[in-house]
């Protein structure tokens, strides 16, 4: 059996939806306001953020947490932080978030290739615009500031039978 990874070497797949599915997101400045919570976050070096996107009523996203941050506490920073500046910044007083989050601890690199095509490609299957670069609120958008792939989440060699 496979030694579990350092802490630092963590990377995670996370969905966290809006309180009973309401679509917070479908407003533009609270939409650009969760973007600026999500690189607010990455500038102050809580997580790697490597792929996102923020739909109407919940959020994907594929990052990795600081060494000395917990997933559950970056995932706080997020939510805790978007629902604080909302309500102080856009005077939104209704509940934004559900309470819990879902999380998938990526594997390897065809696991982290899968998820971050999952999101890039989320906007088109719900048919909310045609083609990923053309949906403002995800990293597919041009101008996101995003991390590389962690190095520990290396491609296997071709033939190797997986995706990179």
Known sequence: ????????????????????RQPVFRAAER??????VLQDNRRKGRFLLHQFVIMPDHIH??????????LEK??????????????K?????????????????VKDAADYAHHRE???????????????????????ANGAELDERPPWLKPQAKGAGTRG
């Open 31 to 36: 939409a650009r306001l969760m973007l600026g």
């Open 118 to 140: 999952y999101i890039r490609m989320n906007p088109v299957r719900a048919k909310v615009v045609g083609a990923p670069e053309e949906y403002a609120y995800s990293s597919a």
């Open 74 to 87: 970056a995932v706080q920073f997020i939510k805790g932080g978007f629902s604080f500046r909302v309500k």
């Open 89 to 105: 910044e856009l005077g939104f007083h209704d509940e934004v978030w559900q309470q819990s989050f879902t999380e998938h601890r």
């Open 61 to 70: 996203l594929l990052l990795t947490p600081a060494p000395e941050v917990s």
């Open 1 to 20: 059996m496979k030694p579990p990874a350092p802490q630092e070497e963590r990377t995670f797949f996370v969905t966290t939806n809006c309180h009973q």
